[in-house]
């Protein structure tokens, strides 16, 4: 199983609406916060019948102190950042040490996905690792980290988190 999780805002539930529909453009940008859980299916895509669909919780980032009773028997993270939301850059660092830090976390990869990177206001993923000291998490932590700039509002940069979240890398 596959978990998303990030900070109150950082467009989760948009995010995985375009991952499982990527080839209809005219979905609805229209969400609300999450508040529990949700699970998204990404489908089967039409020209590769061998991959498997694949099957996401999401949980709202005011659930945060629930989120370690999901995280047994989760392969993947995404974890969901707002690249122009810099107050919540400490809350994000935050929540992902204590992700990465929790002893039932087994996870074999982290997708650190910075969205919205369409807003004026975005920083560059370069600021945003060196806030996050992710070099630093990086040589002492397991699970593997690896970075998507993404926009779900704008679907921009998906294709390579889909791949990455089918397992295709």
């Known amino acids: 199983m596959t978990l998303c999780v990030g900070p109150e805002g950082s467009g989760k539930t948009l995010l995985l609406r375009r991952l499982a529909h990527l080839t209809q453009p005219d979905l609805s940008l229209t969400t609300v916060p999450t508040v529990g859980l949700n699970i998204v299916t990404i489908p089967t895509p039409a020209d590769d019948p061998t991959v498997q669909p694949v099957h996401i919780r999401e949980l709202g980032g005011s659930m945060a102190p629930i ?6 028997g989760t392969r993947r993270v995404m974890f969901v950042i707002d690249m122009a939301n810099l ?17 039932s ?3 074999e990869q982290v997708a650190l996905v910075l969205n919205k ?28 980290i690896l970075t998507f700039e993404v926009s779900a509002m704008a679907a921009k940069g998906l294709r390579p988190l889909l791949k990455w979240v089918r397992g295709i890398e």
């Open 105 to 107: 976390m087994r996870a």
């Open 67 to 72: 989120w370690p009773s999901y995280y047994w």
């Open 117 to 144: 990177n369409e807003l004026p206001l975005s920083r560059s993923a370069l600021e945003i690792h060196n806030v996050m000291q992710l070099s630093a998490l990086q040589k002492y932590g397991r699970p593997r």
């Open 87 to 103: 107050t919540q850059l400490a809350e994000a660092t935050l929540l992902l040490l204590d992700l990465l830090a929790h002893p």
